[in-house]
């Protein structure tokens, strides 16, 4: 009978601060979801109305104590693994205003990824798209335009007018363009988002969370690497008309993304990701009080969180965690090797506490194939939620023929 096998792994890692930790058990850290804090949240019936005690007064939550932000609401994620780093009012519902084209352009993306959409396609400008109004990439009534040029006009310049070509052209409407939207929001996780059009032109029961914003940033960046670079372009020009990227912060080159808004309702509110010295931070806030408060509030989260954290390597993908012993094959063990690497952002100093243990059922009988999942690895976190990482054999081990059991059988006796 075979026995569980566990085993106490002593690593390098760190005590893991209470919250906004994704629980890993898929291949690829940007599938999880940090849980939410136990703030209190909007139901969908309350469409955009904050909770009273939604206060920009408030102090924002990290691992490191309390921090002042002028945001009404705020979010820091660790990129690498969804880690929630700053939390302030991170999962209740808000107005996004043009945030909300960094879902428009995920979608869109996605059609882009599964061939029914081409950068090169000339898309049709409606009467909708040319009376939209709001911000603008100053489209001609009539006029095709490529679908390059629209995401751009879309991301830089935050043209509606290019969100709703976009949306007619890949769904023929706008009203099941936001179906889309919703649909991806859904399967994406993400609980405190709903949408009304494809813009974020103030509409009820129009709302994200700022931890939304966040995360869908990190969906972005993992998901469509080959696209990303529209958010990091300084300006555009289109029509003879050039605009500037209203994200100051990528002008400036403090990041390489995303998006910036303003609606009445949330005030000004930014998504920006930066990367230096192989850390990258996403910082999403909302309901600042002008232009310029959001950049300079933006900037100083970004660098707090530059500043306060390191990287903390947990595990490499295919660092070797065990030897185990093999029932009836060729060899009498085998390498058990990490399936998958797992790094996070952890405050300095942090990394002394953390334990790993290894499950796996031994002996493992033969035959053993290569990649062949056999147990898994438990990072136990001080609240006690966990990080799963799958353990795989390293290499196949065939099953003994008729005469090598009998001699294997006949040695161990």
Request: hydrophobic share 40%.
């Amino acid at each position: 009978m075979a026995l569980q096998t566990r085993r106490s792994l002593l690593i390098g890692g760190a005590a893991f601060f209470s919250f906004g930790l994704v629980t890993r058990g898929e291949a690829h850290a940007h599938k999880h979801h940090s849980k939410p804090l136990s703030s209190k949240k909007t139901s969908v019936s309350e469409g955009i109305k904050t909770t009273p005690t939604t206060r920009s007064d408030i102090s924002a939550t990290t691992p490191i104590g309390p921090l002042e932000t002028i945001a009404r609401w705020a979010c820091v994620l660790d990129n690498e693994s969804g880690a929630v780093l700053l939390d302030k009012h991170a999962h209740e519902a808000m107005p996004p205003s043009s945030l909300t084209k960094m879902m428009t352009a995920y979608v869109t993306f996605g059609m882009l990824r599964v061939g029914r959409l081409r950068l090169d396609q000339m898309l049709p400008v409606s009467e909708h798209a040319y009376h939209v109004g709001g911000s603008s990439m100053f489209l001609n009534l009539g006029q095709y335009v490529s679908v390059r040029d629209l995401i751009q006009g879309m991301i830089i310049q935050s043209g509606n007018d290019a969100c709703i070509v976009l949306a007619e052209g890949i769904a023929g409407s706008e009203e099941n363009f936001v179906a889309l939207m919703n649909e991806t929001a859904k399967k994406m996780g993400l609980k405190t988002s709903h949408f009304m059009n494809a813009t974020g032109l103030p509409a009820e029961n129009h709302y994200m969370s700022a931890y939304d914003v966040a995360y869908l940033a990190l969906r972005l960046i993992h998901d469509f690497p080959e696209y990303y670079h529209f958010f990091s372009e300084k300006e555009f020009t289109f029509n003879k008309i050039t605009q500037e990227n209203r994200n100051t912060l990528v002008v400036k080159g403090l990041a390489d993304g995303l998006k910036t808004g303003h609606t009445n309702a949330g005030g000004f509110g930014l998504c920006a990701s930066s990367l230096r010295d192989g850390k990258r931070v996403i910082v999403a806030i909302n309901g600042l009080p002008s232009a310029s408060a959001r950049i300079s509030e933006g900037e100083r989260l970004l660098q707090w969180a530059f500043v306060h954290f390191e990287t903390a390597v947990i595990v490499r993908k295919g660092d070797i965690v065990d030897q185990a012993a093999v029932w009836m094959g060729s060899a009498t063990s085998v390498p058990l090797i990490a399936a998958e690497g797992f790094k996070i952002l952890l405050p300095h100093g942090w990394q002394k506490n953390t334990h790993m243990t290894l499950d796996y059922a031994a002996p493992l009988p033969a035959p053993l194939f290569a990649g062949e999942k056999v147990g898994q690895l438990t990072v136990t976190l001080p609240d006690n939620r966990f990080v799963y990482i799958p353990v795989v054999v390293e290499k196949t081990i065939p099953e003994l023929g008729f005469l090598g059991r009998v001699a294997r059988r006949l040695h161990f006796e």
